[in-house]
């Protein structure tokens, strides 16, 4: 797998609203390195007063060869450069900023206020507030020369002192860091393994019939995405397909494989494929089959915290890491 094989993309609602906020994964990705790409300009009342901004993006994997990435990870790997700071949190397909109001162990990166020693299991964090890690989170410590391991913090392994986090991990570390900013300690948001996948095949008719086990609906991670869909036939061969987010995708015939194309991905990508041999039977007209497709994305939640009285910074920026391992 290569790096152009995984894009961001943002949610279908955008905006301050909390009941509407976020949703379904939209068409539109997110580029990294653009100006407000993630959130708006802070306006002068907002570091003021204080303001908490939420934004959710899925992280996709659009490898034409199906490939899974295993392992998918994110962090903050740069800590913002004002006085705002960032969290992460795992989402869902659907869900909105309300609900993202009630999560709880949200992510974020602090810096090491004294020195991680080799074969040493506590570590003593600086985060910008009292929050950011833990207990059986992941993570990812490093330093500016590029050395860096994955850790896992102990049930009941973290201990605050004010914004200070006293960190014990259930293994040792294999390298030495020394304190200071240069020295991160990233709690990892782990967004699984993703690839495209089919499930839910039900039909509801009286002597047709589809042999799913021998011919599942194809799927692909560029087309693929999270819908449930309607086969309606209208004869004893021909049929209307609709999702239910997506709406009608035409029709077809048990004659041939469907195949309806995604016209949002900007390549002929096939939203899924119904393969002709599977259809056997009788169908009458008015008798259904549904199903359901997911896509290769995982969903997240990007939390910025403006404190007030917070100093107005030109130009700042924060920045995350997408990982993932090709399987």
Request: aromatic letters at 12%.
């Amino acid at each position: 797998m290569e790096g152009t094989d995984f894009v961001v993309y943002k949610s279908v609602a955008i905006s301050d609203v909390a009941a509407s906020n976020g949703g379904r994964m939209s068409t539109t990705q997110a580029t990294s390195g653009v100006l407000n790409n993630l959130f708006p300009n802070v306006t002068q009342s907002e570091r003021t007063d204080g303001v908490t901004r939420y934004r959710k993006f899925f992280f996709k994997n659009k490898n034409a060869s199906n490939e899974t990435a295993a392992t998918s990870r994110i962090w903050i790997s740069q800590r913002s450069t004002g006085g705002d700071y960032f969290r992460l949190k795992g989402g869902t397909n659907a869900d909105v900023q309300t609900d993202a109001e009630g999560y709880t162990n949200w992510s974020g990166t602090g810096y090491l206020s004294t020195t991680l020693a080799a074969d040493s299991t506590s570590m003593d964090v600086i985060f910008d507030a009292a929050s950011g890690v833990y207990a059986g989170s992941v993570i990812r410590v490093s330093d500016s020369s590029g050395i860096e391991e994955f850790l896992t913090v102990k049930a009941a392994g973290v201990s605050w002192f004010g914004n200070i986090a006293m960190v014990v991990t259930t293994t040792a570390a294999r390298n030495t860091y020394p304190s200071g900013q240069n020295s991160l300690v990233c709690a990892v948001i782990d967004l699984g393994s993703l690839a495209a996948s089919q499930d839910s095949w039900s039909e509801s008719s009286a002597s047709g019939t589809y042999d799913e086990s021998t011919y599942p609906p194809l799927v692909n991670n560029v087309g693929t995405v999270e819908d449930t869909w309607t086969i309606t036939f209208t004869s004893a061969s021909a049929f209307t397909c609709a999702g239910t987010q997506t709406g009608s995708v035409g029709a077809g015939s048990i004659l041939s494989d469907f195949s309806p194309i995604n016209p949002n991905v900007g390549t002929g990508d096939y939203y899924f494929s119904v393969r002709s041999a599977g259809w056997g039977g009788t169908w009458q007209t008015g008798e259904t089959v549904t199903f359901s497709t997911h896509h290769s994305a995982g969903a997240f939640w990007v939390k910025e915290i403006i404190p007030a009285s917070t100093a107005a910074k030109t130009n700042n920026q924060v920045i995350f890491t997408l990982y993932a391992e090709g399987a």
